[in-house]
C-alpha cells in the first residue's frame, strides 16, 4: 500500500497529457512505442495493444511488484466512447541484484500487452485512434523517471479482414511468457518471521527450476532468495518476512514459475495453517528434536530466573512439610501440575495464533484483570503464611487453600503456580525452542512446551526420588512455623512487583480499585477464619466474606476496565522508543548502529538487565562513545508489531536484544542474560 501510494506520488505528476506522439520516442535510458498485434481493427472486436519499452545495455524497468526499490510502469488510456482497455499483462520479470537489494524488472526489451475491447459502433473506414500516457522509471546505478504520450492509429474494416502487424509474434511471445490463472489450493502463514506458502498443482508436475515471486509489497525480504521445494505433489516456499511488514494480508498473491517448462502460474493463497506442516517438519526432523533438547535445558534454566523466585518460598514449604513421608509422590504431583498448566497455556496460545491473534509466550501477563487476579493469589498465599488466617477447609480457600493442602493435591496446584508466576520469563535456549515450536504441527509444538514444563520441574523431581537428598532434608519441628512465615515476605515482593506492573497498564483508578481489592480481601480472609459464635453470627459472617468476595471479582474487571489508559510515561533520556519505521530509518544511516531492546515491565529477567547491564554508566559511555542508537520496545501490553518483530527473530517472547552493525551487516542477536561487560564488546564491535 505505502509503495503504491509512493508510486503515484512520483508517477502521477508525469502523467499529464501532451502531444501525443507516434512511433518510437527517445527518453534518457529507454526508447518507447505504442505498438498492436493488428493493423486494422474490425468492429466488436478485442486485440491487444501495448508499450514496447527498449532500456539500454545494463538498465531495466520494473514489475508490478517491484522489490526492495522501484516503482512500476504506469498507463493512463484515453479511448473513443465505447473502447475500453483492461489492465497490463505482466510477464515474469527476472530477479535483478542492486547491491544488497533485489529488485523485480526487466533488462532487455520487453512488452507491457493490454487487452483492447471495441465496441460494435464502429465505423469501417474511419480511424480508431488509441492515446496513452505512460510513466516509467528506468534505473541502472541511478534512477531516472521517465514519461510519453503514444499514440496508434488502426484503420476500421469490415469483417472478415484482420489484418496482423509486424508486432504480433511479439505479442504472442510475450503472452506466453504471461502466468496462467490458477485455482490450485494455496495457503500461506507468517509464523516465525516467515512467509511460507504451500500449493498443490493440479493435473501437473512441477519439478523443474521453479522460481517464486510474490505480488504483494511491503511483505518479504526479496534479497533474501526464496526457498522453492517441490516434493510429494506439493510445493513449498519459505521467505523471511520484511522488516517492513506490518500484518499478513487478508489473500496472498504470487506467481510461481517453472523456468524448465517455460510456464508460469498466478496464484492465489488463503490464510491458514499450512497442509504441509507436517512435511515441513517431521518426528525425524533434528529441527524437532533440537527444539525439545533447548526446550528441557530452558525449562531447567527457568528455575533460576527471578520471576520463579516467589514460588521458590512455596517449593520450599512443600518440600520441607513433606520430608520423611511420600516425597516422590509429591514430586510426582507437582510434576503433573506444572505439565498440566503447561499444556493449557500452550493450548490457548497456539489456538490463538491459528486464529490469526498475534500472541506470543506471558500473553496472559499482557491482562490487567489477570495481573489483578494473580496480585491477589500471591496476597492471600502470603496472608496465609504469615498466619492471619488458617482454613484449609473453607470455601475461601480457593486458590491458596489448593497449594496448602496436604497430600498430592495440594503439590498439583503448586505445578499450577508455579507455572503461571514462571511464564512471563524466558530464560536461555527457551527462546528459540519457542519459536521453533509455534512453526510446527499442533502436536509437536505441544511437545516442545511440555518439555519446556518438564525442565522446570525437573529439579524438583529429582530432589523428590532422591534418597540421599532426602535424608539431607531438616525433619518437620516448631522452626517450620518462623519458617513459614519468613517464606511469606517473597510472596509480598511478588506482589509489588505485581501491582507495579498492573501500574503500567492501567491508570490510577483501576490501581485504586485493586488496592481496595486487597483490603477487602485480607478482610474476607480474616472474618472468613474466625471461630463461630451463634447460628444468627455465622450467617452474617458469611454474607459479609461473600458480599466482600463479590466486591474484590468486581475489581478485577474494574481493572481491566481501565486498561485502555496510556501507560505512565518513562524516562527515555538513553533511549527511543521502537517502531519498525525508526528502525528502518537507522539502518539507512551506514554511520549509525542499533541496539533493540525487546522488553515488558512483567518480564523480571528484563528489568535485571536494564538494571545491570544497559542502564549502568558503563554501558551508557559506550553507547555514546561507539554512536549506538538504542531502541526499547515495550511489550507489557499487547502490540503486534512487537510481536511480529519477535517472530522474526523465531522468538515468541521477550527479552530479545538485537545489535545491528553499522554499514548494513547482518544484526547479531545477545543472550538474554546480560552482562555489562558482555553488552560493551558487542557495542565496541558495532
Same mark, same amino acid.
Given at each position: 500500500?505505502?509503495?503504491?501510494?509512493?508510486?503515484?506520488?512520483?508517477?502521477?505528476?508525469?502523467?499529464?497529457?501532451?502531444?501525443?506522439?507516434?512511433?518510437?520516442?527517445?527518453?534518457?535510458?529507454?526508447?518507447?512505442?505504442?505498438?498492436?498485434?493488428?493493423?486494422?481493427?474490425?468492429?466488436?472486436?478485442?486485440?491487444?495493444?501495448?508499450?514496447?519499452?527498449?532500456?539500454?545495455?545494463?538498465?531495466?524497468?520494473?514489475?508490478?511488484?517491484?522489490?526492495?526499490?522501484?516503482?512500476?510502469?504506469?498507463?493512463?488510456?484515453? #479511448?473513443?466512447?465505447?473502447?475500453?482497455?483492461?489492465?497490463?499483462? /505482466?510477464?515474469?520479470?527476472?530477479?535483478?541484484?542492486?547491491?544488497?537489494?533485489?529488485?523485480?524488472?526487466?533488462?532487455?526489451?520487453?512488452?507491457?500487452?493490454?487487452?483492447?475491447?471495441?465496441?460494435?459502433?464502429?465505423?469501417?473506414?474511419?480511424?480508431?485512434? @488509441?492515446?496513452?500516457?505512460?510513466?516509467?522509471?528506468?534505473?541502472?546505478?541511478?534512477?531516472?523517471?521517465?514519461?510519453?504520450? $503514444?499514440?496508434?492509429?488502426?484503420?476500421?474494416?469490415?469483417?472478415?479482414?484482420?489484418?496482423?502487424?509486424?508486432?504480433?509474434?511479439?505479442?504472442?511471445?510475450?503472452?506466453?511468457?504471461?502466468?496462467?490463472?490458477?485455482? /490450485?489450493?494455496?495457503?500461506?502463514?507468517?509464523?516465525?518471521?516467515?512467509?511460507?506458502?504451500?500449493?498443490?498443482?493440479?493435473?501437473?508436475?512441477?519439478?523443474?527450476?521453479?522460481?517464486?515471486?510474490?505480488?504483494?509489497?511491503?511483505?518479504?525480504?526479496?534479497?533474501?532468495?526464496? =526457498?522453492?521445494?517441490?516434493?510429494?505433489?506439493?510445493?513449498?516456499?519459505?521467505?523471511?518476512?520484511?522488516?517492513?511488514?506490518?500484518?499478513?494480508?487478508?489473500?496472498?498473491?504470487?506467481?510461481?514459475?517453472?523456468?524448465?517448462?517455460?510456464?508460469?502460474?498466478?496464484?492465489?493463497?488463503?490464510?491458514?495453517?499450512?497442509?504441509?506442516?507436517?512435511?515441513?517438519?517431521?518426528?525425524?526432523?533434528?529441527? /524437532?528434536?533440537?527444539?525439545?533438547? $533447548?526446550?528441557?535445558?530452558?525449562?531447567? @534454566?527457568?528455575?533460576?530466573?527471578?520471576?520463579?523466585?516467589?514460588?521458590?518460598?512455596?517449593?520450599?514449604?512443600?518440600?520441607?512439610?513433606?520430608?520423611?513421608?511420600?516425597?516422590?509422590?509429591?514430586?510426582?504431583?507437582?510434576?503433573?501440575?506444572? $505439565?498440566?498448566?503447561?499444556?493449557?497455556?500452550?493450548?490457548?496460545?497456539?489456538?490463538?495464533?491459528?486464529?490469526?491473534?498475534?500472541?506470543?509466550?506471558?500473553?496472559? @501477563?499482557?491482562?490487567?484483570?489477570?495481573?489483578?487476579? #494473580?496480585?491477589?493469589?500471591?496476597?492471600?498465599?502470603?496472608?496465609?503464611?504469615?498466619?492471619?488466617?488458617?482454613?484449609?477447609?473453607?470455601?475461601?480457600?480457593?486458590?491458596?487453600?489448593?497449594?496448602?493442602?496436604?497430600?498430592?493435591?495440594?503439590?498439583?496446584?503448586?505445578?499450577?503456580?508455579?507455572?503461571?508466576?514462571?511464564?512471563?520469563?524466558?530464560?536461555?535456549?527457551?527462546?528459540?525452542?519457542?519459536?521453533?515450536?509455534?512453526?510446527?504441527?499442533?502436536?509437536?509444538?505441544?511437545?516442545?512446551?511440555?518439555?519446556?514444563?518438564?525442565?522446570?520441574?525437573?529439579?524438583?523431581?529429582?530432589? =523428590?526420588?532422591?534418597?540421599?537428598?532426602?535424608?539431607? @532434608?531438616?525433619?518437620?519441628?516448631?522452626?517450620?512455623?518462623?519458617?513459614?512465615?519468613?517464606?511469606?515476605?517473597?510472596?509480598?515482593?511478588?506482589?509489588?512487583?505485581?501491582?507495579?506492573?498492573?501500574?503500567?497498564?492501567?491508570?490510577?483508578?483501576?490501581?485504586?480499585?485493586?488496592?481496595?481489592?486487597?483490603?477487602?480481601?485480607?478482610?474476607? $480472609?480474616?472474618?472468613?477464619?474466625?471461630?463461630?459464635?451463634?447460628?444468627?453470627?455465622?450467617?452474617?459472617?458469611?454474607?459479609?466474606?461473600?458480599?466482600?468476595?463479590?466486591?474484590?471479582?468486581?475489581?478485577?474487571?474494574?481493572?481491566?476496565?481501565?486498561?485502555?489508559?496510556?501507560?505512565?510515561?518513562?524516562?527515555?533520556?538513553?533511549?527511543?522508543?521502537?517502531?519498525?519505521?525508526?528502525?528502518?530509518?537507522?539502518?539507512?544511516?551506514?554511520?549509525?548502529?542499533?541496539?533493540?531492546?525487546?522488553?515488558?515491565?512483567?518480564?523480571?529477567?528484563?528489568?535485571?538487565?536494564?538494571?545491570?547491564?544497559?542502564?549502568?554508566?558503563?554501558?551508557?559511555?559506550?553507547?555514546?562513545?561507539?554512536?549506538?542508537?538504542?531502541?526499547?520496545?515495550?511489550?507489557?501490553?499487547?502490540?503486534?508489531?512487537?510481536?511480529?518483530?519477535?517472530?522474526?527473530?523465531?522468538?515468541?517472547?521477550?527479552?530479545?536484544?538485537?545489535?545491528?552493525?553499522?554499514?548494513?551487516?547482518?544484526?547479531?542477536?545477545?543472550?538474554?542474560?546480560?552482562?555489562?561487560?558482555?553488552?560493551?564488546?558487542?557495542?565496541?564491535?558495532?
Amino acid at each position: 500500500m505505502m509503495r503504491s501510494l509512493f508510486a503515484a506520488l512520483i508517477l502521477l505528476p508525469l502523467l499529464s497529457w501532451a502531444a501525443p506522439e507516434y512511433g518510437t520516442v527517445e527518453r534518457d535510458h529507454i526508447r518507447a512505442e505504442l505498438i498492436a498485434e493488428i493493423t486494422a481493427v474490425e468492429p466488436g472486436q478485442s486485440f491487444w495493444a501495448g508499450l514496447r519499452l527498449e532500456p539500454d545495455d545494463n538498465w531495466h524497468t520494473y514489475w508490478l511488484n517491484p522489490g526492495d526499490s522501484g516503482l512500476p510502469t504506469q498507463l493512463h488510456w484515453d #479511448l473513443p466512447d465505447g473502447v475500453k482497455a483492461g489492465e497490463i499483462e /505482466w510477464a515474469w520479470p527476472e530477479a535483478l541484484q542492486m547491491g544488497h537489494l533485489v529488485n523485480y524488472g526487466y533488462k532487455d526489451g520487453h512488452l507491457l500487452p493490454v487487452r483492447i475491447d471495441t465496441p460494435d459502433s464502429l465505423v469501417p473506414g474511419e480511424t480508431l485512434t @488509441l492515446v496513452v500516457d505512460a510513466a516509467w522509471l528506468v534505473c541502472e546505478e541511478i534512477c531516472i523517471p521517465g514519461d510519453a504520450t $503514444l499514440a496508434l492509429d488502426l484503420d476500421v474494416i469490415d469483417h472478415g479482414q484482420r489484418r496482423e502487424s509486424p508486432h504480433a509474434a511479439l505479442f504472442a511471445d510475450t503472452l506466453e511468457r504471461v502466468p496462467e490463472k490458477a485455482g /490450485w489450493t494455496a495457503r500461506f502463514n507468517t509464523e516465525g518471521g516467515n512467509l511460507s506458502v504451500q500449493v498443490v498443482p493440479e493435473d501437473i508436475d512441477l519439478s523443474g527450476d521453479l522460481a517464486f515471486f510474490v505480488i504483494n509489497d511491503n511483505l518479504v525480504e526479496h534479497a533474501r532468495e526464496p =526457498s522453492v521445494l517441490a516434493e510429494n505433489g506439493q510445493i513449498l516456499v519459505s521467505q523471511p518476512l520484511s522488516a517492513y511488514f506490518s500484518r499478513a494480508p487478508e489473500q496472498l498473491e504470487f506467481i510461481l514459475v517453472d523456468h524448465d517448462a517455460g510456464q508460469a502460474w498466478h496464484l492465489s493463497a488463503e490464510t491458514g495453517e499450512l497442509l504441509s506442516a507436517g512435511a515441513l517438519v517431521d518426528s525425524s526432523s533434528p529441527g /524437532w528434536a533440537l527444539a525439545l533438547i $533447548l526446550a528441557l535445558a530452558g525449562g531447567v @534454566l527457568l528455575n533460576l530466573m527471578p520471576c520463579v523466585f516467589p514460588v521458590l518460598s512455596i517449593k520450599a514449604m512443600s518440600l520441607v512439610s513433606g520430608a520423611g513421608h511420600d516425597q516422590r509422590g509429591h514430586g510426582l504431583a507437582y510434576t503433573a501440575g506444572v $505439565l498440566v498448566s503447561f499444556a493449557v497455556l500452550a493450548a490457548v496460545l497456539l489456538a490463538l495464533r491459528a486464529g490469526g491473534e498475534a500472541i506470543g509466550w506471558g500473553f496472559q @501477563l499482557q491482562s490487567a484483570w489477570f495481573v489483578a487476579l #494473580l496480585v491477589y493469589i500471591l496476597f492471600a498465599l502470603g496472608l496465609s503464611l504469615s498466619g492471619l488466617f488458617d482454613f484449609g477447609t473453607r470455601l475461601m480457600g480457593i486458590g491458596q487453600g489448593l497449594t496448602e493442602k496436604g497430600g498430592s493435591r495440594g503439590s498439583f496446584f503448586t505445578g499450577v503456580l508455579a507455572c503461571v508466576v514462571a511464564s512471563p520469563c524466558t530464560a536461555p535456549f527457551m527462546g528459540a525452542a519457542l519459536g521453533a515450536a509455534v512453526f510446527m504441527p499442533w502436536p509437536m509444538a505441544m511437545s516442545v512446551f511440555l518439555a519446556l514444563g518438564f525442565g522446570l520441574a525437573l529439579p524438583m523431581l529429582v530432589l =523428590s526420588f532422591s534418597p540421599a537428598l532426602a535424608r539431607r @532434608l531438616p525433619r518437620p519441628g516448631p522452626w517450620m512455623e518462623t519458617f513459614k512465615q519468613a517464606m511469606a515476605f517473597p510472596l509480598y515482593l511478588a506482589v509489588v512487583w505485581l501491582l507495579w506492573v498492573l501500574a503500567r497498564q492501567t491508570d490510577p483508578t483501576g490501581l485504586a480499585l485493586v488496592l481496595s481489592g486487597m483490603v477487602v480481601l485480607a478482610f474476607a $480472609l480474616w472474618l472468613g477464619g474466625r471461630e463461630s459464635r451463634g447460628e444468627s453470627l455465622v450467617v452474617a459472617r458469611h454474607a459479609a466474606v461473600g458480599l466482600s468476595l463479590i466486591f474484590v471479582l468486581s475489581t478485577l474487571f474494574s481493572a481491566d476496565r481501565f486498561g485502555g489508559a496510556e501507560a505512565v510515561s518513562v524516562d527515555n533520556a538513553h533511549w527511543e522508543t521502537y517502531s519498525a519505521e525508526t528502525l528502518a530509518e537507522l539502518r539507512d544511516d551506514p554511520e549509525r548502529a542499533v541496539l533493540v531492546n525487546m522488553t515488558a515491565d512483567w518480564c523480571i529477567t528484563c528489568l535485571v538487565n536494564e538494571r545491570v547491564a544497559l542502564n549502568t554508566s558503563a554501558v551508557r559511555e559506550a553507547m555514546e562513545e561507539n554512536d549506538v542508537v538504542y531502541l526499547k520496545g515495550d511489550w507489557t501490553r499487547r502490540d503486534p508489531d512487537i510481536t511480529e518483530y519477535l517472530s522474526s527473530y523465531d522468538r515468541n517472547g521477550v527479552p530479545l536484544y538485537v545489535l545491528y552493525p553499522r554499514n548494513g551487516e547482518d544484526p547479531r542477536v545477545l543472550p538474554q542474560v546480560l552482562t555489562p561487560q558482555l553488552v560493551i564488546q558487542a557495542l565496541e564491535r558495532s
